[in-house]
């Protein structure tokens, strides 16, 4: 079974960073298309960013230059490294993984606050 957990979230000040990881288990990690997805409170679902499973990687244009997407293929791990954090950064983030369905993680709290 797939299994996606995300970690590394919590209460960070303004202008802080935080690095978030998702562990994966039970598909081809290797092959697999991984995405981080946040969800603010009233608001929608968006896209973070995306890596590809040759490195390649797109972000949200107001997210690029704060947050790098990485993954290690040999540990089945996907990080997420935000910089320069705000309040607006606060939502629940989650790990997407594509591989012949999506499949989603339960997400990790950050919230951004002085």
């Known amino acids: 079974q797939v299994q996606l957990v995300e970690s590394g979230g919590g209460l960070v000040q303004p202008g802080g960073s935080l690095r978030l990881s998702c562990a994966a288990s039970?598909?081809?990690?290797?092959?697999?298309?991984m995405s981080w997805y946040r969800q603010a409170p009233g608001k929608e679902r968006e896209l973070v960013a995306t890596?590809?499973?040759?490195?390649?990687?797109n972000y949200a244009d107001s997210l690029k230059g704060r947050f790098t997407i990485s993954r290690d293929n040999a540990r089945n791990t996907v990080s997420l490294q935000m910089n320069s954090l705000n309040p607006e950064d606060t939502a629940v983030y989650y790990c997407?993984?594509?591989?012949?369905?999506?499949?989603w993680g339960q997400g990790t709290q950050v919230t951004v606050s002085s």
């Open positions: 997407n993984a594509q591989t012949w369905r999506a499949h």
């Open positions: 039970g598909f081809f990690f290797s092959s697999a298309v």
């Open positions: 890596i590809f499973s040759d490195g390649g990687t």
